[in-house]
């Protein structure tokens, strides 16, 4: 692939080249297999979503009934990921997953 992109024509493949090459003919989703995937993808963004707003309206919650002295408090806002089901560990997953969509 690197090859198609050299800055001195000469040095790129031709075209017959590019179609012959084991990348190129290589093995590809079908269509139902990427929905399927990026349906899962989804799924678990949400569910990261969702225990995100869950967790900052538990902190406006907290902070409007006036306990604890700081409305804000970071080690906690980990803490509360840490218990969640999934937590940072679902997280991680979900963005390092989501750095293929870029």
């Keep these: 692939m690197?090859?198609?992109?050299?800055f001195?024509?000469?040095?790129?493949?031709s075209l017959s080249e590019?179609?012959?090459?084991?990348?190129?003919?290589?093995?590809t989703a079908t269509h139902d297999e990427i929905l399927s995937e990026f349906g899962e993808r989804k799924q678990k963004v949400e569910a990261m979503l969702a225990r995100q707003k869950e967790i900052m309206e538990k902190k406006k919650a907290m902070a409007n009934q006036g306990k604890g002295n700081n409305a804000f408090n970071p080690v906690q806002v980990f803490r509360d990921l840490q218990v969640e089901q999934g937590g940072i560990e679902?997280?991680?997953e979900v963005a390092d997953q989501t750095k293929l969509l870029v």
């Design 2 to 6: 690197n090859a198609m992109l050299a």
């Design 90 to 92: 679902a997280f991680a």
């Design 18 to 27: 590019i179609k012959a090459h084991a990348w190129y003919n290589g093995p």
């Design 8 to 13: 001195d024509p000469t040095q790129r493949p």
